[in-house]
């Protein structure tokens, strides 16, 4: 079989389980709303309560030290908790996917980088319920709207793309070893800290700055709070950092996944 | 006319590691004492089996003997080790009843899940929705989420909805040892309805009588071996006198 034909039939499977992402969405969606009396109204509500925590601690205990001097900083805040809450929940899910899928992978045959897609594009839908959230706060804050706001898609979608590498990668090496569980979890803190999230990095020595640089959350952080809140749109930085990231992300994620995926089920 | 399904020279190994290294730390210090030894099992070894379009092929042997292993490389769960196996055709894999279910989720939820795992459009679940469940007879029992259920109800569903369709290839293993004598009887009836239809079956069982009763040819598998494959008649008899 030729390399195009392949790829051919790769796309056709893809297009035959489309529906089994969307089943599989809306069980996650089911599940996690499950006997909650507010329902999906938790999904805008629990973001909103999270930055408010954040906010209180972050403009109160820390005044001096971050927060201070950036402008409307509850939507700046939210802004970076939004995003890195997607990317922190999708591959951590994406991790544990195909681990919890085992039962139905040892008896049926689906493509198994069904799972991890699957919850990554969880985690972006809860994301856009994470952004009526943004909205709202930008409303009662009197936050003014730029039209740049729609180049935010921009961010958002390669960091969706980001996600996914990376949790394809992680759900790959979680079958072999469980440790990478807990390590990823540690991993997230430390790396939550250095995003960029309740602080702005151009405050901070040269030093931080130049290291925070190194870290891609901190670019789709930016660039989506440029997009939106000060209304600069993207610079040519941005678009390379945020795309570049996502793709080379992806064809590592997809690649390493592809080449052990016909021995998941033996160590499942 | 192409075969259904030809099973060349196929071998399956099985790493049985001693201890099984589920952390890293575990994993490279028995690599640094040299211990990172594994048994090798081979559960199937050199399997050459050719099954023609509208058989009804039964598989027999003892526990363990390698029967649900050569299921699973014919519906493509396992990749075999060794050989190569075509399939040509849509399976309908019957390995474990219930596998794709979700036992929080309700009977009617599950039906879309399950259908879809199976390659169904929902389009076509809808259409079908009525008879999947006047086939598994529980109606009254729609909304009630999976877990409620008893194993003989599951059985129901995942049956009802694993044959709506008419598969090239049916793939039951030992399903019918689950639900009560009636619906045993409409499982045979079924299947055998659409081995009319041209579907190839391919049962697993250990009721000897019944693969007997349903099967035109059978294979007699022994510790990952073929000993015998043909007609049913003279394998069974063979089969019956060496366990006897």
Redesign the interface.
């Known amino acids: 079989m030729s390399k195009r034909e392949k790829f051919k039939l790769y796309l056709q499977d893809f297009w ?2 489309r ?2 992402i ?3 969405i809306s ?1 996650d969606f ?2 996690k709303y ?1 006997r909650s009396v507010l329902g999906v109204v938790w999904s805008v509500l629990n973001p909103l309560l999270m930055s408010l925590v954040m906010y209180v601690v972050f403009s109160s205990i820390f005044k001096n030290l971050k927060g201070g001097g950036i402008d409307n900083f509850a939507v700046f805040l939210l802004i970076g908790q939004i995003l890195f809450s997607m990317f922190s929940e999708g591959t951590a899910n994406a991790m544990q996917s195909v681990l919890s899928s085992a ?8 493509p198994k980088y069904i799972f991890p897609l699957e919850k990554v594009t969880f985690a972006l839908v809860n994301c856009f319920f994470s952004l009526v959230a943004l909205i709202i706060l930008m409303i009662c804050t009197g936050c003014r709207f730029y039209w740049t706001a729609f180049l935010a898609i921009y961010p958002l979608l390669t960091l969706y793309v980001f996600t996914l590498g990376i949790g394809l990668f992680l759900a790959m090496a979680t079958v072999f ?3 990478v569980i807990h390590a990823w979890g540690v991993f997230c803190t430390a790396l939550m800290y250095f995003s960029a999230i309740f602080y702005d990095p151009e405050q901070m020595g040269a030093e931080i700055q130049k290291f925070i640089k190194f870290n891609p959350m901190y670019w789709y952080i930016t660039g989506f709070r440029k997009c939106v809140l000060t209304g600069e749109g993207l610079s040519q930085n941005m678009i390379i950092v945020c795309g570049g990231c996502a793709v080379v992300s992806l064809l590592v994620g997809l690649q390493a996944f592809r080449a052990k995926q ?1 021995k998941f ?2 160590h499942l | 006319m192409k075969n259904a399904i030809e099973v060349r020279d196929v071998s399956m190994c ?2 049985l590691s001693k201890e099984k290294h ?4 575990e ?1 490279f210090m028995a690599l640094i004492k040299g211990k990172l030894q594994y048994d090798e099992f081979y559960a199937l070894k050199h399997i050459n089996l050719t099954v023609e379009p509208g058989d009804f092929y039964g598989l027999v042997g003892l526990n363990g003997s390698g029967k649900s292993t050569l299921l ?1 490389v014919i ?5 075999p080790s060794a050989g190569y196996c075509n399939v040509n055709g849509t ?1 309908a ?1 019957l ?2 009843l219930g ?2 279910f ?1 036992m ?2 309700t009977a009617r ?1 599950n039906i ?2 399950n259908g ?7 389009a076509y679940l809808n259409e079908k929705f009525d008879e999947i469940v006047d086939f598994s007879e529980l109606r009254d029992f729609l909304d009630v989420p999976l877990k409620n259920y008893s194993s003989g109800m599951v059985a129901r569903i995942a049956f009802a909805i694993a044959t709506i369709t008419k598969p090239d290839i049916l793939i039951a293993d030992e399903i019918l040892s689950v639900g009560d004598f009636l619906f045993q009887q409409k499982c045979e009836q079924r299947m055998k309805e659409l081995l009319e239809g041209g579907t190839t079956v391919i049962l697993v069982s250990h009721s000897i009588e019944q693969v007997e009763r349903m099967c035109n040819k059978v294979a007699w598998i022994n510790k990952g071996e073929l000993i015998m494959d043909g007609p049913t008649n003279q394998v069974c008899a063979a089969y019956r006198s060496a366990t006897k």
């Open positions: 035959r389980y529906f089994l969307f089943y599989l069980r089911k599940l499950r039962p139905l992978l040892r008896k049926v045959y689906i070893f469980r440790d016909d089920v033996l | 099985f790493n589920e952390s890293m730390k994993y699973k519906a493509g769960v396992y990749k399976i894999p390995i474990e596998a794709g979700d929080d989720l939820e879309y899940l879809t795992v199976l390659g169904f459009t929902p």
